[in-house]
């Protein structure tokens, strides 16, 4: 009798109840909320650049540059539970490929593109198959030190101009579109449309059953394990995927800043993408974004204020970890519910 009420439905009243998984009206609410935030976001990032002047344009492409490697970032932190301090060295390996491809070797920045990103990937892989062997603060060190001998490598290369960098690298060219990149507001459409990508590839990840191991490798990995689930080549592919947005990340900076040099590659770099990450709100999806925006945002301004801005925007960042739980992100979403539902009794 259970099962055929099941199946059709309906109580011992004979009124319609759901006896189907009660996460389920949950996860719909949450898709639908996602959806509106996504698209409200959007909107808002298409409208900046005919609102605001050609600098703050600039500041909103590195926004998104920056928004592009945290969120990769954030794949591990957030969703896996891993803390790497040699991330930016992929971004470096983003940025030097497209610097050397397009502006050494005379190929198309399109083609470079796409070839940086997949090397970043290979790359990255690798390391990942050496790296989530450790764990904790054994995974962190071997990560630094990865990043450290990126950083040296390019430091020591006469080729591409060793610590001086290089200069006078190319955008794409979008000029079959009737459209010149050299121009801050078109090239910022750009990296939207990058970063717009990005995510959308990201968010299948993490809503593929992929990203659901991911997750509960980060909430208990001897659990996954004891449930067969092998997680090591699961973290080295988190580790790949993060590593080639970073190299997304690297080739649309050196485009945006038309340089590059091994400071790209150092720990602090890492740990400024850390820091973002952390602001914004390391568990949730748009969280990265609004650490970028946050820090990319104090810096210009502190830093018009005082030469020791980074002690102010020190002190801004124990203030946030102190009192925003969860982030940026996570302040905004409780606001959200206590307005939303203020008895308390949303979803019952």
């Not at 998984?21 to 996860?27: I, L």
């Amino acid at each position: 009798m259970e099962h055929s009420q099941e199946d059709s439905g309906q109580g011992k009243n004979g009124s319609n109840v759901s006896n189907h998984d009660p996460m389920q009206p949950r996860a719909a609410r949450e898709h639908k909320t996602f959806l509106y935030i996504a698209s409200a976001g959007l909107l808002f990032l298409i409208a900046i650049p005919f609102f605001v002047g050609e600098y703050y344009v600039s500041l909103a492409s590195e926004i998104l540059i920056f928004a592009i490697l945290t969120s990769g970032m954030n794949l591990l932190l957030g969703y896996t539970g891993l803390v790497s301090l040699g991330h930016a060295a992929f971004m470096g390996v983003g940025a030097y490929a497209t610097a050397v491809g397009s502006s050494l070797l005379g190929y198309p920045v399109w083609f470079v593109m796409l070839a940086s990103i997949f090397v970043s990937l290979l790359i990255a892989y690798g390391i990942g198959l050496l790296s989530v062997r450790t764990k904790a603060v054994q995974f962190l060190l071997i990560t630094l030190a990865f990043g450290q001998m990126f950083h040296a490598i390019a430091e020591k290369t006469r080729y591409t101009g060793g610590d001086d960098g290089m200069t006078n690298i190319p955008r794409i060219d979008l000029s079959f579109l009737g459209l010149d990149v050299d121009h801050d507001r078109v090239f910022y459409f750009f990296v939207l449309i990058c970063f717009v990508i990005a995510l959308v590839i990201l968010r299948l990840v993490v809503d593929s059953p992929f990203g659901r191991v991911l997750v509960g490798i980060r909430e208990n990995e001897k659990r996954m394990l004891a449930l067969g689930y092998s997680t090591f080549p699961y973290k080295a592919l988190a580790f790949g995927i993060s590593g080639m947005l970073a190299g997304l990340a690297g080739s649309l900076w050196v485009q945006h800043s038309f340089f590059v040099n091994p400071h790209i590659m150092t720990w602090q770099m890492s740990g400024e993408a850390l820091l973002m990450v952390i602001i914004g709100g390391s568990k949730a999806f748009f969280g990265p974004l609004l650490g970028a925006a946050f820090y990319v945002l104090a810096k210009d301004f502190l830093s018009d204020i005082t030469e020791a801005y980074l002690m102010f925007f020190g002190l801004l960042f124990v203030l946030v970890v102190a009192f925003f739980n969860g982030g940026i992100a996570g302040f905004i979403s409780r606001v959200f519910n206590k307005f939303k539902s203020p008895s308390g009794k949303d979803g019952q």
